[in-house]
């Protein structure tokens, strides 16, 4: 029913940005609140970046001034800028849509950090 694709992960080093995207597809009705996860093998997945249907956004204290989320409403896109990367931002990046009852998450988009 609803279809998500991350995309913009790769390899950068220390200090570098990177930009995601997830576009959605499928029965959305409307425009709905969108958010950004990231998890490495062993740990909690844990919430990035969050914004609203109206565009207010909440960020994870360790991203807090280096990382920004936006959406563009006629894409139906989100996007994660990701600047000042650190290699503990190393992890799977996930988007998450929620509508009604569900939530939806695409299949993630790996992101290195690294010298």
């Known amino acids: 029913q609803v279809q998500l694709v991350e995309s913009g992960g790769g390899l950068v080093q220390p200090g570098g940005s990177l930009r995601l995207s997830c576009a959605a597809s499928?029965?959305?009705?409307?425009?709905?609140?969108m958010s950004w996860y990231r998890q490495d093998p062993g740990k909690q997945r844990e919430l990035v970046a969050a914004?609203?249907?109206?565009?207010?956004?909440n960020y994870a204290d360790s991203v807090k001034g280096r990382f920004t989320i936006s959406r563009d409403n006629a894409k139906n896109t989100v996007y994660l800028q990701m600047n000042s990367l650190k290699p503990e931002d190393t992890a799977v990046y996930y988007c998450?849509?929620?509508?009604?009852?569900?939530?939806?998450w695409g299949q993630g988009t790996q992101v290195t950090i690294s010298s």
């Open positions: 998450k849509m929620v509508r009604g009852k569900y939530d939806y």
């Open positions: 499928g029965s959305i009705f409307g425009i709905l609140p």
């Open positions: 914004i609203t249907s109206l565009g207010s956004t």
